[in-house]
């Protein structure tokens, strides 16, 4: 077609909005949460993240070199940083090294640039990098440590952390369970959840982040004020957050309420592992949800609800990852069934009746 | 008044402010000015005059060409040059014929129909043939004879006249000027046309970033018991026929119906205004009124422009470029047609003339689809833009077909709102100029083949007839040869002729 050679019609006027602007703007609304969660975990999680998000510049770049695209131009939209960001963050904050330059070819070489680039990737590269690496070496990725804030006793300085991270030196002593992690293990063993919520973290530190678990889901309410923010600059809606976590709460309510020893509160499922993370920031991913806003509900709840569904019947603590990539793959189909309808036509696509009112 | 929410939209800069204050001025009359034949949406008026003719101002200069058509008269006193092509105010550029008149300063009226004394007495096609006369065409852009759509009252009942005065897109202050310095002219407009088309009630609506002609326009009305005026939300694209019908009365217009079919009928206050001068005075419409604005535009004004006017004259009258303009546009930023050259006339339609800079614009080279779904949730049709573009990419045309391409009317929100920048509205126009243009091909064939199969029977029939007529004069033993020889006959002829 010969679009290109002929004069470009209107408008002649945009907003001046850009891809740019709005990668930024996510990783604008990811920092508080991830310098607190940096501060919390110390020097091994500052170097695991800067070697991630580093690595999937890196393989961004060599892929974009690779299929001949501008190189440059391309890792100015920020979107391999993005991606590079919230892979660290779902992964353990001491793992080691390889465990994020893995994860970062996986996410962006496998999920995003085999597919074609930005905008034609199915899945969430992110939590393709670290489904695969869950999968592949799980019991690295569930090595989670309870948070050694900076510069507080017994928190590893730089050369200790360099030894973590690159060395592989694992301190023995300080491996502690996620608190999804203690629960499920605990019924294993037959410890119903109302024995076994006594051990973990109060509601309070949940929320707050001072807890085991991934590299930067730890701080709910930190998580929530990025989301908020995000809301408040239109990048996202409240359709996908909101019934990622109505999904979530609702099945997990229910079932509480049906049986407390076996199934855990709709409250304790809103502030454990990654769900504030996921509903913000990570099932809120363009390219993979739909792009009505009525797919966008059906989107969530299916997250929400297969997040439950996984943490408490599968073999897995958490569910987020899972959930998202399956929800993902159901997303072109969600596409073409919440198409909204058009002016004038009926929802199957025939001229409206004459004389109907709609208001 | 209850309003109605109308789906999508946007909220773009509307810099009103740099003309919403700017009192209408005149353009000195330029030494020449240029007329095209077609001005309008319809076929192009017939030519009156001949070379070396003098006219005086408002005598026709050329007929309507047909029942969908408009006349043109002369906008000034002068002299015959030419009728010859001239490139059209149009993104072409091509050449269009034109009437070129050489004004002679006078600015002298010739003689003009008699005004109707009391319109409101008079029989709806009294007002529908004088409207014609005038050569009046809908102001607002889309240039459709207004005596087609005021006829529109002997076929259907008609509860009211809408006067769009929403003026959505941004930069135009042409039709907040008129309603503000005529208010009474545009009422009486109104209430003449709605006598026309047989409707009870009179509704003006107005966006709500012009609270000063609403005001205005309130207060002149109140005279009026069936004139009512509203302020609609400011919403890009309110303006919209559709649109504006939806959010006054709540009523959504079925696709490939139109307004009427509701019992509303909608008209441009500057068309109201136009009516008026046509009923009260004889006038036809020689003139109108045009925003000249735009980042590269040293003063911008209102300027009340003879039809024929070139854009140099109102940009040369705005003191010229203060800045390099990257486009200039013949309507609005939306919806408007990007101009070839300055030397194309101002028409009946042209209702701003922006000279935007490149910084305006913000157009930048498209990037990824991010797939963030902006283009949906805007839509005002209710469209996916997003996926319509994949399949226009792909050149799947009947894919962009039934996702509703057709149903687009170009508002330019999508492209407006995308953060790729990815020029959708280009996609879109160009898929529906390609589906027109396949529609009509498809028609061409199906009627060359109805009027091959209408040919073929006929041949049949006669040779039929001849076999008929030959075994009737021979003899019954002969008949089976002969039959024979004449079937072979007529298919030779048949592929002969084929």
Not at chain 1, 32 to 53: D, S
Not at chain 1, 263 to 283: D, K, N, P, Q
Not at chain 2, 44 to 58: F, I, T
Not at chain 2, 310 to 325: N, Q, S, T
Request: glycine fraction near 10%; aromatic fraction near 6%; include cysteine.
């Amino acid at each position: 077609m010969s679009i290109a050679t002929i004069t470009k019609s209107g408008p002649f006027a945009h907003a001046t909005n850009s891809v740019q602007k709005t990668m930024f703007t996510v990783l604008l609304a990811l920092a508080p949460a991830t310098a607190f969660n940096l501060y919390l975990f110390g020097w091994p999680a500052i170097l695991l993240f800067t070697v991630t998000v580093g690595a999937c510049v890196a393989v961004e770049a060599a892929c974009l070199a690779l299929a001949d695209r501008p190189v440059v131009a391309t890792l100015s939209d920020y979107s391999a940083v993005l991606t590079g960001w919230l892979l660290a963050m779902s992964l353990p904050p001491w793992a080691p090294w390889w465990i994020g330059v893995l994860g970062a070819v996986f996410a962006i070489g496998l999920a995003k640039h085999a597919f074609g680039g930005l905008g034609q990737n199915v899945f969430n590269p992110a939590m393709v990098g670290r489904t695969v690496m869950l999968v592949s070496f799980p019991v690295v990725m569930t090595a989670w440590v309870m948070p050694h804030p900076l510069f507080s006793s017994g928190a590893p300085g730089l050369f200790e952390a360099f030894a973590i991270t690159f060395g592989g030196h694992m301190p023995d002593a300080v491996s502690a369970a996620s608190a999804l992690g203690h629960i499920k293990t605990e019924l294993s063993r037959h410890i119903p959840v109302t024995q076994s919520m006594a051990d973990v973290p109060g509601l309070m530190d949940m929320m707050l982040g001072y807890r085991a678990g991934s590299l930067g889901e730890t701080s709910a309410i930190l998580i929530l004020a990025g989301g908020l923010f995000l809301m408040s600059k239109r990048i996202i809606s409240w359709h996908i957050p909101l019934s990622v976590m109505g999904g979530l709460f609702l099945m997990a309510a229910i079932f509480h309420a049906v049986d407390p020893a076996r199934f855990a509160s709709g409250s304790f499922h809103l502030v454990s592992g990654a769900t504030f993370l996921g509903a913000f920031f990570i099932a809120t991913d363009y390219v993979t949800s739909p792009v009505s806003k009525k797919g966008q509900l059906i989107f969530g709840l299916g997250c929400g609800v297969l997040i439950w569904l996984i943490r408490t019947f599968a073999g897995y603590p958490e569910g987020v990852a899972f959930a998202v990539l399956l929800m993902n793959g159901l997303a072109p189909i969600i596409d073409q069934y919440t198409r909204p309808r058009a002016f004038g036509r009926t929802g199957k696509g025939e001229p409206l009746p004459l004389g109907k009112e709609k208001s | 008044m209850k309003l109605f929410p109308i789906r999508g939209g946007i909220h773009p800069d509307y810099r009103k402010e740099r003309t919403s204050e700017k009192a209408i001025v005149a353009l000195p009359m330029p030494s020449a000015l240029y007329i095209p034949l077609q001005q309008h949406i319809g076929a192009p008026a017939e030519v009156l005059v001949a070379e070396g003719e003098l006219v005086k101002k408002g005598q026709m200069i050329a007929r309507s060409g047909g029942a969908v058509s408009s006349p043109q008269h002369a906008p000034s006193s002068g002299r015959i040059m030419a009728v010859t092509e001239v490139a059209a105010p149009h993104p072409s550029g091509l050449a269009q014929s034109t009437i070129i008149l050489e004004t002679d300063g006078k600015d002298e009226w010739g003689d003009l129909p008699e005004p109707i004394a009391d319109p409101f007495t008079v029989d709806p096609h009294v007002i529908h043939d004088r409207v014609a006369q005038a050569g009046i065409v809908g102001m607002g852009g889309a240039a459709f004879p207004s005596a087609v759509k005021l006829n529109l009252g002997t076929q259907k009942k008609l509860e009211i006249l809408l006067l769009n005065g929403a003026e959505c897109e941004p930069y135009l202050t042409c039709d907040d000027r008129v309603m503000r310095e005529y208010p009474d002219e545009v009422i009486d407009g109104a209430r003449i046309m709605a006598h026309a088309l047989g409707t009870p009630r009179v509704v003006i609506g107005i966006e709500q970033n012009k609270p000063q002609a609403i005001d205005i326009m309130t207060r002149a009305a109140s005279a009026f018991p069936n004139v009512e005026v509203v302020g609609v939300p400011v919403q890009y694209p309110m303006g919209s026929e559709r649109h504006l019908v939806q959010a006054i009365t709540g009523l959504e217009t079925p696709v490939r119906k139109l307004t009427a079919d509701l019992g509303i009928v909608v008209h441009n206050v500057a068309t109201a205004r136009a009516v008026h001068h046509a009923i009260r005075f004889g006038r036809p419409l020689v003139a109108r009124v045009v925003t000249v604005s735009g980042g590269a535009i040293r003063e911008p004004n209102n300027i009340l422009t003879p039809i024929g006017a070139r854009v140099a004259d109102l940009v040369e009258f705005c003191g010229g470029f203060a800045a390099r303009p990257e486009s200039v546009v013949n309507g609005g930023p939306m919806m408007g047609q990007p101009l070839p050259s300055l030397e194309v006339p101002v028409v009946k339609g042209t209702s701003g003339i922006l000279a935007l800079t490149a910084e305006e614009i913000n157009d930048r080279p498209a990037s990824a689809c991010i797939r963030c779904g902006s283009c949906v949730t805007i839509c005002p049709c209710g469209l996916s833009p997003v996926d319509m573009a994949a399949f226009v990419r792909k050149d799947n045309l009947e894919g962009a077909a039934r996702l509703g391409v057709m149903d687009c009317f170009s508002c330019g929100s999508c492209s407006w709102v995308c953060p790729s920048h990815i020029p959708l509205v280009h996609y879109f126009n160009y898929a529906k100029g390609m589906l027109n243009d396949l529609d009509r091909e498809l028609r061409k064939n199906e009627h060359v083949k109805a009027l091959v199969e209408a040919r073929t029977q006929r041949l049949e029939k006669a040779a039929e007839a001849k076999r008929a007529a030959l075994a009737a004069r021979k003899p019954a033993s002969d008949n089976a040869p002969s039959s024979t020889s004449g079937e072979a006959k007529t298919a030779t002829e048949e592929k002969a002729n084929a």
